[in-house]
């Protein structure tokens, strides 16, 4: 089982007073519940978290008891994940320019990469090794992803995915997982500190068939 991992740090000398986006600041989509829904289903649906689409919804008494009519709001993380998925097309564009294969967006493997860049703040590390999760390979496999190959690569401080992206690939190590031909998926999760400074996680899987 092939597993890499990178970090990289950059602190700009002042910290812009531009705010790009709040992981706190989301937007919200209001999904009427139809006949044959779950919160399972819902959540997959919108791509959602379903511990995240429970807490969004404290109306519902009983998740495993949903009713056709019922309101639930949808959380959607919005500008964030616009960012987020343009850090995916830039490495594709890295990728596809050397004869490699695209990457494959998984959002789920984007959510775990979006939980670990804000546990970072939360607990105040910068770190492949979580105190709250482990290390990411055990992260991934706690939250149902299955891998036969994994990497993650680890940023703060850059303000745009184009700036971090060009971070990642001067360095070697986190080059080298973005280039690797071993890895079929990708997830990138990003969350911006209450002083503006970015924590930016990217992971990459081949899933087990």
Not at 78 to 99: C, F, M, P, Q, Y
Not at 141 to 170: C, D, H, K
Not at 191 to 209: E, H
């Amino acid at each position: 089982m092939k597993r890499f991992l990178s970090a990289v740090r950059f602190l700009s000398a002042v910290l812009l007073s531009v705010v790009l986006f709040s992981t706190a600041a989301f937007a919200q989509t209001v999904h009427t519940v139809q006949p044959g829904d779950t919160m399972w289903k819902i959540a997959v649906k919108y791509q959602v978290g379903l511990s995240e689409l429970i807490a969004q919804n404290p109306h519902i008494k009983n998740p495993a008891l949903i009713y056709p009519g019922q309101k639930l709001t949808i959380p959607s993380y919005g500008s964030v994940k616009a960012l987020e998925d343009e850090v995916i097309r830039l490495v594709n564009i890295e990728r596809t320019k050397r004869g490699l294969q695209p990457l494959a967006q998984n959002w789920e493997l984007s959510r775990v990469a979006r939980i670990k860049s804000q546990d970072m703040i939360n607990r105040g590390y910068f770190s492949h090794y979580s105190p709250t999760y482990g290390s990411p390979f055990k992260m991934m496999e706690s939250f149902g992803l299955r891998y036969s190959a994994a990497g993650e690569n680890i940023a703060m401080g850059q303000r745009t995915p184009q700036e971090v992206v060009n971070a990642w690939m001067s360095s070697p190590g986190h080059r080298s997982n973005i280039l690797s031909p071993a890895y079929t998926q990708i997830g990138v999760g990003l969350a911006k500190k209450s002083n503006g400074v970015c924590y930016w996680t990217q992971m990459f899987i081949k899933p087990l068939r």
